[in-house]
């Protein structure tokens, strides 16, 4: 008992989907309006400049201040100085030099005295000054 369909019975089967559609893009479009968009933060993106980069390899220039077991101080390995002349000494090489780092360097048989000294003296010119030990060798 098959049934067979008639044209009649065909072009009533058939549907129309033009409201379906009008209803979708309606509610497409008030989606769209009613909805909000979020400003999301990211990364800042840095582009390399045309200048060439500073040369931070280089050391800063430096001011050896050595003490000596004599009570002298000796200044880059070339003069003799006293102690208590070490401030003009030390002003002038952060005149020439700003970014130039002062190190004050003991013997070992060095009095403190005089260390203590030439530190106060560095620090009185306005340098804080880094300190090295030097080793005792028996």
Request: net charge negative; no cysteine.
């Amino acid at each position: 008992m098959t049934r067979r369909l008639t044209r009649k019975q065909e072009e009533q089967a058939e549907v129309n989907i033009t409201p379906l559609l009008d209803i979708v893009f309606i509610l497409l479009i008030f989606f769209i309006v009613t909805s909000t968009f979020l400003q999301e933060q990211g990364f800042g993106l840095n582009s390399p400049s045309d200048e060439p980069p500073e040369d931070d390899t280089r050391p800063p220039p430096t001011l050896m201040l050595s003490v000596q077991a004599d009570g002298f101080v000796r200044v880059n390995n070339v003069r003799l100085i006293d102690p208590r002349s070490v401030k003009p000494v030390v002003e002038e090489f952060t005149a020439r030099e700003p970014r130039g780092v002062v190190l004050v360097n003991a013997a070992p048989k060095a009095k403190a005295e005089t260390t203590v000294t030439v530190l106060d003296q560095a620090r009185l010119a306005g340098v804080e000054p880094a300190v090295g030990l030097q080793e005792s060798r028996r």
